[in-house]
């Protein structure tokens, strides 16, 4: 069973970065799709970021050129660079992957507040 295990979150300040990580448990070839979603308190997951194996990334309408999204397959990661975080941006933070089959997968979570 493939696991994936986030990590990077913290508390920043308004304004900040982060550079959040998702590992998975064996190679990421596999991997067509690889996403990090978040979930604040009270809300609805959202998705915040994509990337294909193509290399092909799409970003939520709100992260507005601040984030990046990328992957390393030779090191089964996937990453995700945050800059100028905002209060908004706070949550709980998902790795997500869907493999050939298809099968899909969730981190467990890392937790990111940014303070204003």
Known sequence: ??????????????????RLSCTA???????????????????????????????????????EG??????DSANNKMYLEMNSLKPDDTGVYYCYSVQYGPRTYWGQGTQVTVSS
């Open 1 to 18: 069973q493939v696991q994936l295990m986030e990590s990077g979150g913290g508390l920043v300040q308004s304004g900040g970065s982060l």
């Open 25 to 63: 448990t064996e190679s990421i070839a596999t991997f067509y799709f690889m996403a990090w979603y978040r979930q604040a308190p009270g809300n609805e997951r959202e998705q915040v970021a994509s990337i294909r194996i193509s290399g092909t990334t799409d970003y939520a309408d709100f992260v």
């Open 66 to 71: 601040r984030f990046t999204i990328s992957r």
